[in-house]
């Protein structure tokens, strides 16, 4: 019998579990991130962190922003002691939370390092692991315990760390409400992988697409991103992330027969997102939808639906699961190993 992935696919069919206990460590520490947020009330608030995790801040931050109303950046974890200046307009008062799986990623190490010397900033953290040179420098930490991965590429861990920081957001914003929609994700998630891992195995294992497009809007671009990257550090599959409409303003010129153009859709944007996949698939591409109701997606090759029932921010982790599962079978299908992805560590130490 084969292992090769045995691992993340374990990890991605096992994520509604690492849900759960995330959002139970979040109700846990309402009272200490409402007092992290109050005292740390400021101008900026930074999310950050290396590859997945900077793409899991891009969403973290613009979900923070709609439900906190404060500004909120997403940034890559080296910009900060690179470039501080490109993204931190002068005399701020800064917050910062740093994204991180592993707790010892150099680069995020040192952007803390130098938001706290720099600028005084307060640092949360969002992690897996507890007792780490990154939960050490935080004021507070949301652990994701049930995150733990044997894989390099980050599936389970993501969405949970995804999900704990969209907790967050909702308890900056005080909307309880939201934080008690999150609890139906783990069996929506079940639901959803159940129902959909066979598209995903046959999508995946079809090698005639030989490139991929990953399209979304808002807090969707970030998770297009991780998409993007789980399908290249998998699969070594050439792979694309774009804002929908930015689709148009060349990218599309890759466009063919052997093409799959996957739409994170919205519910605020469709019809403008829609008109873009038409425009794909009238060019060639096969089109794979993901979205909360499919209707008048008829022409579309392919549609997920969520039927969650769940405002439009708490859907975002179910994006994920089926297109983790792409990568994976991708993977398998061309021979290769998804625990162990080409060149990479599952830590850059430098
Ligand atoms: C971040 C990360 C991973 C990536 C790679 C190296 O690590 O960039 O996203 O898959 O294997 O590390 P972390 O700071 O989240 O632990």
């Not at 060019?283 to 979205?291: E, I, P, Q, W």
Request: hydrophobic residues 45%; proline residues 4%.
């Amino acid at each position: 019998m084969t292992t090769q992935g045995m691992h993340t696919l374990r990890e991605i069919q096992t994520q509604p579990d690492a849900w759960a206990v995330v959002l139970g460590a979040a109700r846990e520490g309402v009272q200490a991130w409402e007092t992290f947020f109050a005292k740390s009330a400021g101008d900026l608030t930074l999310f950050f962190g290396c590859g997945s995790t900077h793409y899991l801040s891009l969403s973290a931050a613009s979900v923070f922003q709609t439900l906190a109303g404060q500004t909120a950046r997403g940034v890559p974890a080296a910009e900060l002691f690179l470039f501080p200046e490109t993204w931190i307009p002068a005399d701020s008062r800064i917050r910062g939370i740093a994204v991180s799986r592993s707790g010892t990623t150099t680069e995020t190490i040192r952007a803390v390092d130098h938001l706290t010397k720099a600028y005084n900033a307060q640092i949360g953290v969002v992690t897996c692991y507890d007792d780490t040179p990154l939960a050490d420098r935080s004021s507070i930490t949301l652990i994701s315990p049930e995150g733990h991965e044997e894989s390099v590429a980050q599936t389970r861990s993501f969405s949970s760390m995804l999900l704990g920081s969209l907790g967050l957001a909702a308890l900056a914003g005080k909307q309880a409400e939201l934080l008690e929609n999150l609890a139906a994700l783990p069996s929506l998630g079940e639901r959803l992988m159940a129902r959909y891992q066979p598209l995903a195995q046959s999508l995946g294992e079809d090698l005639d697409l030989c490139r991929v497009f990953f399209l979304g809007s808002g807090p969707r671009y970030g998770l297009a991103c991780e998409a993007m990257l789980k399908l290249k550090e998998m699969s070594l599959t050439t792979s694309e992330a774009y804002h929908f409409l930015e689709f148009r303003h060349g990218p599309k010129s890759m466009v063919d027969e052997q093409t799959l153009v996957v739409g994170l859709l919205s519910e605020k944007a469709q019809g403008a997102e829609v008109a873009v996949l038409r425009e794909m698939k009238d060019l060639g591409a096969t089109v794979l939808v993901l979205t909360e109701v499919g209707d008048n997606l008829g022409w579309a090759d392919h549609v997920v639906c969520f039927e969650s029932d769940l405002p439009e921010l708490a859907r975002l982790p179910l994006y994920l699961p089926i297109l983790q599962l792409l990568a994976y079978y991708r993977s398998v299908g061309k021979g290769l190993d998804p625990d162990a992805p080409r060149h990479l560590d599952a830590v850059v130490q430098l």
